[in-house]
């Protein structure tokens, strides 16, 4: 059982990516679905959440500018985020509460 996530890059202070995280059905079908993020010589702190229904939190420091959403059909999680700033700058994971799967991670580099 696999996530493959991807998106990942260098952007300039301001701009936007979008990640995406593709699993299998069994994965994916009920589950609540999150982004994690983590900075050199920082813990992984979640960034967004998103429930079966579709109903999303964010960490205080992206919302407003990131955004997660997900299409059950493609078994896709998504985090759109704009406005990026150079604190950004993590390696990000997608992960599976209920059964507790890590993607490996795509990083993301903010240039200022």
């Known amino acids: 059982v696999q996530l493959q996530a991807s998106g990942g890059g260098l952007v300039q202070a301001g701009g936007s990516l979008r990640l995406s995280c593709a699993g299998s059905?069994?994965?994916?079908?009920?589950?609540?679905l999150t982004w994690y993020r983590q900075a050199p010589g920082s813990q992984r702190d979640m960034v967004a959440i998103?429930?079966?229904?579709?109903?999303?939190n964010y960490a205080d420091s992206v919302r407003g500018r990131f955004t997660i959403s997900r299409d059950n059909a493609k078994n896709t999680v998504y985090l759109q985020m704009n406005s990026l700033k150079p604190e950004d700058t993590a390696v990000y994971y997608c992960?599976?509460?209920?059964?507790?799967?890590w993607g490996q991670g795509t990083q993301v580099t903010v240039s200022s």
């Open positions: 998103i429930t079966n229904d579709g109903t999303t």
């Open positions: 992960h599976t509460l209920f059964t507790n799967n």
């Open positions: 059905g069994t994965i994916f079908s009920r589950n609540t």
